[in-house]
Each structure stands twice: as C-alpha cells, then as structure tokens.
T-cell receptor
Framework: ELKVEQNPLFLSMQEGKNYTIYCNYS?????LYWYRQDPGKSLESLFV?????AVKQEGRLMASLDTKARLSTLHITAAVHDLSATYFC????????????FGSGTQLTVLP | GAVVSQHPSWVICKSGTSVKIECRSL??????MFWYRQFPKQSLMLMAT?????????EQGVEKDKFLINHASLTLSTLTVTSAHPEDSSFYIC?????????????FGPGTRLTVT
C-alpha cells in the first residue's frame, strides 16, 4: 500500500524567509502533483512533475522530484502572506492520473 | 481549458433525506471522474472512481448503497448521498481525468459542502 508522508504538517514562517516542504512516498512512481488549497476552497494545481529530476518553478515556489529517493520538495523563496494556504502533494501510481494518493497536507502560515 | 464545475456549492439537508451532487466537465470529455471527501483539517480521501457507462468502483469502507454514483455521459457524473446523517457532513470534491490532450491530469471541481442537520 502506497504511503505518502508530508512534513512538516504545520509551518509558520516570517515573510521574506525561505523554507522547504517535503513529500516522501513509499512506492516507485514517476508522476507527482502539488496542489494548493485555500480555506473553504477546492484544490488549485501548482505543479505536475513527470520524471526523475524534474524541476518546475512558478513565482516564489519551486518543486522538484527525485524518484530514486522517492522524494519531492516544494521550496518557498522569500515568503509573502499570500502564500498562506494548505499544500498537498499527490502521488500517481497509475502514471496516467487514474489513481492519486494524497499526502496529509502542510498548513502554511506566513506571518508579517 | 479543463474546467470542472460542481452543483450545488453548498447544501443543507435534514437527516434521512437524500442529496444529489453534480460534477460536470465543461470543456472536455471525461470517461473517468473521481469523488473525494474531505473532513475539516484533513486530506482528501478517494471515495469512488466513476467510469462513463459502467458501474463505479468504490474504495474500501465506502458504502455503495449509501453513496450512489452515476456517470451517464462523458461530461456528467452525479453523487447521491442517500438517507444522509450528520456524520455524512463533509466537503465533497469531484475531479475529472483529462485525456492525453489534457496531459493526463485530474482537474478538480470547486467542491460541495454538505451539512446534514
């Protein structure tokens, strides 16, 4: 059974600081997604990582995938308050989006 | 492209009644749709996979007679919560799987918040 572990579960950081959220998973997969969820809202797709070594960046967020280590990271650079949200990683065992297993989520709060 | 809608966005119903939630893919066809449930401060839990023209596949522990899923067309799946009880109160999110032209990704609807009184 695939296990997806995110850490930390809660993250409180100052504006302007950098931090990394980790997503570890237990079974081989080459496909991983990162999502953002605001309170009371659904998921917003941030990144789709499709192969080992994939790195994608959008604004202050950068995601990477190491399939050999079964690890993905979401790096936050110079955090701003607008980044406060819950971030989920999801591992795709099927390789074609037929089966996603979500991590428990990281609740990020960026303090002024 | 790849927009998924849900209706209603929120619903309050009395215990013992049934509630239907619709999930539509607006600008693409989806042979496969998924229904998730999310309790407060928790992650998404897959309830069932809905395939157009065939029976849904339910995850272990999800009662198929309580959560009826119908995927009658390539753009519409419905979830009916039958004989709802307060413990069914949750945030229900559907997703539609895009085909190769949409990068084989699940596109999520905006969610439906169900409150059973």
């Amino acid at each position: 059974e695939l296990k997806v572990e995110q850490n930390p579960l809660f993250l409180s950081m100052q504006e302007g600081k950098n931090y990394t959220i980790y997503c570890n998973y237990s079974t081989t997969s080459d496909r991983l997604y990162w999502y953002r969820q605001d309170p009371g809202k659904s998921l917003e797709s941030l990144f789709v990582l499709l192969s080992n070594g994939a790195v994608k960046q959008e604004g202050r967020l950068m995601a990477s995938l190491d399939t050999k280590a079964r690890l993905s990271t979401l790096h936050i650079t110079a955090a701003v308050h607008d980044l406060s949200a819950t971030y989920f990683c999801a591992v795709d065992l099927s390789g074609s989006a037929r089966q996603l297993t979500f991590g428990s989520g990281t609740q990020l709060t960026v303090l002024p | 492209g790849a927009v998924v809608s849900q209706h209603p966005s929120w619903v309050i119903c009395k215990s013992g009644t049934s509630v239907k939630i619709e999930c539509r893919s607006l600008d693409f066809q989806a042979t496969t749709m998924f229904w998730y449930r999310q309790f407060p401060k928790q992650s998404l839990m897959l309830m069932a996979t809905s395939n157009e023209g065939s029976k849904a596949t339910y995850e272990q522990g999800v009662e198929k007679d309580k959560f009826l899923i119908n995927h009658a067309s390539l753009t519409l799946s419905t979830l009916t919560v039958t004989s709802a009880h307060p413990e069914d109160s949750s945030f229900y999110i559907c997703s539609a799987r895009g085909d190769r032209g949409h990068g084989y990704e699940q596109y999520f609807g905006p969610g439906t918040r169900l409150t059973v009184t």
